[in-house]
RNA sequence: GGUCCCGUGGUCAAGCGGUUAAGACAUCGCCCUUUCACGGCGGUAACAUGGGUUCGAAUCCCGUCGGGAUCACCA
């Protein structure tokens, strides 16, 4: 058959030729080992949190090699798409500190860098050059059959080729039509896609070289696969093909679902007489699900798998990325340890060192290093980010704390400045009302259904503590004084004085100092656990204790 | 069902033929201490399984089992 001849009859309104795409777009001439990546997300609402893992790798391939980091929209499936997602996308991405060097740049229209359009919907051209070349080379075909509608029909479909438990091929009926079938099927006005002619043989393996995996055998690809719909626009294996290499990629970072097709995507490239670029296919990031079960991050039942997720709860970008990077390379907390005021982006980061397993994202580990971020931070950072946080996902937080700065800052200060070691309680801005709001509110909690008063001591001689230690307690009293109150207070209630004491011999005392405390923090501050209990009061000002121990004796009494 | 990927403590994981099998989170205990916390010290806890190869296997090979991915004119 004459396939020149059939390229022309095919496609003849498209005049763009394979080889001027590929002038049109010459080499970037970079500094040698410098590496293009790219984020390529589809528009379909909103950013996985493996986006963001993906593309953190990608940012920091190019970081460290000199090189660049692009986006490209991947909107060629019209059905799936949702609006702005694109550029929700694009936000989120900025707003983990991952903007990307060229490419799309988030308002529909505006881009940076002159390897584009970086949008694939407007880029139909050369993918159809693509495919018209393959086809004048014999290395394509058109296919008339009619596709199946929706998800349901394929699975419905897979299901049954399963049953017959037969491989699910696309030997397609179309590919040995002569030309004359194919011209009177197009004058009879039928549609049609292009297919792959595939050459390989399902026997045959080659040697691949993956940059996570490692050296691999994969088995030659035999599979037509659709090239061009017949809308003309290309599915995700045409796409990749012809924009990584108008673009120019050298390393495609992409998530290990891809790896099972990557054999019929190196077939594109050979047909085309192209070199490949260099790939990396990272592990999925997973959960545990009900049933002790691993699996992917999913969309529908699990919050976390949207990147908004993280803000909402209010855990600093930084948690969220240092986190990520310690899943991307396990000895980055090793590295953190010993450089702990080094930027992220300092630490050593090898492709190579990524594992092949896939992780199950463990949020304690992610408090832990979030708590160690915010550890970082001082009092005024602290409620400026958390004002900021409240603002959108907490308003009425927001309203009990926007003008009280001062008040917050030297509530943050405590346990932070000037102490040896930072209390590390908070992980996220998402719980500091519900970790502190006996700071905030005037303490109306014992009046509450729901609020039991407990010191873990017996009722009577908790109240008769509590009316004695409110006669004694004088909030201009400095620290020492402060607490020689409560150990003065000690013996009369037989409680030890000192812990060494107690320790000797429990049984002799109704209780120790450290219960002495405890009544007071419990009836101050509602909870067994607060920071330094001298400071606390002190800011709730002489009226406001004197007014709980109040309530609390009140509350006991009933 | 076919093909491919992956199995080291509860989780993340070092390990690359000879290790007392690191480290971190979680958990437990002790110390410090006016509580909680922070910090320090220590404990419990792992090579999925069966066969090989080898003087020697978590490491190499094969089988089994378990988990995951993929098999669209979706990305």
Redesign the pocket.
């Known amino acids: 058959m004459d396939y020149k001849k059939l390229a022309d009859l095919l496609f003849k309104d498209y005049d763009l030729t394979y080889e001027n795409c590929l002038k049109t777009f010459p080499d970037r001439s970079l500094p040698k080992g410098a590496e293009v990546v790219r984020i390529?997300?589809?528009p379909?609402g909103y950013l996985h949190i493996g986006s963001v893992y993906g593309a953190f790798i990608d940012k920091l391939i190019a970081y460290h090699s000199g090189g660049i980091f692009y986006m490209r929209l991947?909107?060629?499936?019209s059905?799936?798409e949702v609006e702005n997602a694109g550029d929700i996308a694009y936000d989120m991405l900025s707003t983990f500190g991952l903007k990307p060097d060229e490419g799309y740049t988030g308002d529909g229209k505006a881009q940076k860098g002159s390897y584009g359009d970086y949008v694939?919907s407007r880029r139909k051209k050369y993918y159809i050059a693509f495919a018209k070349h393959l086809v004048s080379i014999g290395r394509a075909y058109p296919?008339?059959?009619?596709?199946?509608d929706?998800?349901d029909e394929?699975?419905k479909?897979?299901q049954e080729?399963?049953?017959k438990?037969?491989?699910?091929?696309?030997k397609d009926k179309c590919r040995n039509l002569t030309f004359e079938q194919i011209e009177e099927n197009l004058k009879r006005g039928m549609?049609?896609?292009i297919?792959l002619k595939s050459m390989g043989d399902?026997n045959k393996?080659f040697k691949f070289y993956d940059e996570i995996?490692?050296e691999?055998?994969?088995?030659e690809n035999t599979?037509d696969?659709?090239l061009?719909?017949?809308?003309f626009?290309?599915?995700?294996?045409l796409?990749?093909v012809v924009d990584d290499t108008l673009m120019h990629t050298t390393i495609v970072v992409r998530?290990?679902?891809?790896?099972?097709?990557l054999?019929s995507h190196l077939e594109i490239f050979k047909a085309l007489g192209l070199n490949p670029p260099k790939y990396a296919?990272t592990?999925?990031v997973?959960k545990?699900?009900e049933?002790?079960?691993?699996?992917?991050l999913?969309k529908r039942k699990d919050p976390e798998a949207d990147a908004r997720f993280f803000i909402e709860q209010g855990y600093p970008i930084d948690s969220v990325m240092e986190y990520l990077l310690?899943?991307i390379?396990?000895?980055y907390?090793?590295w953190r340890?010993v450089n702990p005021d080094k930027s992220y982006y300092d630490f050593p980061f090898k492709v190579s060192?990524?594992?092949?397993?896939?992780?199950?994202?463990?949020f304690?580990?992610?408090?832990?290093?979030s708590?160690?971020v915010i550890?970082r931070f001082t009092a005024e950072q602290i409620f400026s980010s958390v004002k900021d946080w409240a603002e959108t996902y907490d308003k009425q937080f927001f309203d009990k704390i926007k003008d009280k700065k001062d008040f917050c800052v030297k509530l943050f200060s405590i346990?932070r400045v000037n102490?040896?070691?930072?209390?590390?309680?908070i992980s996220r801005w998402g719980e500091v009302y519900s970790l502190y709001d006996y700071m905030f509110d005037n303490l109306n909690l014992k009046t509450l259904p729901d609020y039991e008063f407990d010191s873990g001591l017996d009722k009577n001689l908790t109240i008769k503590f509590l009316q004695e230690y409110k006669t004694l307690y004088s909030s201009s009293d400095e620290?020492d004084t402060?607490?020689d109150k409560?150990?003065n207070l000690c013996p009369k209630f037989n409680f030890a004085s000192?812990?060494?004491d107690y320790?000797k011999s429990p049984d002799s005392f109704a209780g120790?100092?450290?219960?002495?405390?405890?009544i007071?923090?419990v009836a101050i501050t509602t909870?067994?656990?607060?920071?330094?209990?001298?400071y606390i009061m002190n800011l709730l000002g002489q009226d406001e204790i004197i007014s709980r121990i109040d309530k609390t004796i009140d509350l006991l009494s009933r």
């Open positions: 390529a997300p589809s379909t991947e909107d060629t499936d059905k799936r694939q296919c008339f059959c009619k596709s199946l929706g998800i394929i699975k479909r897979r080729e399963i049953e438990t037969c491989d699910i091929e696309e549609s049609f896609a297919r399902e393996v995996k490692g691999r055998e994969i088995r599979k696969i659709v061009l719909k017949s809308d626009t290309p599915p995700y294996a796409a990749h998530g290990e679902e891809w790896y099972s097709s054999a296919h592990p999925v997973c545990m699900d049933n002790g079960n691993k699996r992917k999913s310690n899943l390379n396990s000895d907390e090793d340890k060192k990524i594992g092949s397993n896939n992780p199950i994202f463990d304690q580990k992610l408090n832990d290093f708590k160690q550890s346990d102490v040896k070691n930072v209390r590390k309680d620290k402060w607490f409560i150990r000192n812990m060494k320790k120790s100092i450290a219960d002495a405390s405890s007071i923090r909870r067994k656990n607060s920071p330094d209990l001298y």
